[in-house]
């Protein structure tokens, strides 16, 4: 199985995690949530990291979810994650980015995954209303 690590700044990536499982269902295995806190020093956070990557590696292969590019998540993880073969660092995850990882990582081999992902987040990212109105501003 395709295992996932969600780092963020404060809870956001607990209440993402428990959002998502209450649209596609309980993840049982192959999810770990790092909270991190601007209390933690940066020493604290890799080592929360280190820690949620022990026992995540999988042949299958490993995304890590962060919430936005250039902060400590990011940051902390991209020296990590370039030692480790298949896996992905995609930024700024959302509900849609999450919920499509909790329902495809099972059926989709590690690549299309990712790729799966990432179209889903970005097509969450929108203005509704003209969209509605049929005056499209994606």
């Known amino acids: 199985m395709i295992n996932i690590i969600v780092i963020t700044h404060g809870e956001f990536g607990a209440y993402l995690i428990e959002a998502a499982e209450g649209i596609v269902g309980v993840q049982h295995e192959g999810l770990k949530n790092v909270s991190i806190s601007q209390r933690m020093s940066l020493e604290n956070v890799r080592s929360a990291v280190e820690n949620a990557i022990t026992g995540m590696r999988s042949e299958d ?38 919920t499509s990882a909790f329902a495809y990582r099972g059926n989709l081999d590690f690549e299309k995954l990712v790729g799966k992902i990432l179209e889903d987040g970005r097509k969450a990212v929108c203005e509704v209303k003209s969209l509605l109105l049929g005056n ?3």
């Not at 998540?73 to 849609?96: E, Q, T, Y």
């Open 61 to 98: 292969g490993l995304i890590f979810l962060i919430d936005m590019p250039g902060g400590t998540p990011m940051n902390v993880v991209l020296p990590l994650a370039k030692d480790i073969a298949r896996s992905a660092v995609i930024c700024g995850v959302n509900i849609n980015m999450l």
């Open 136 to 138: 499209s501003k994606s």
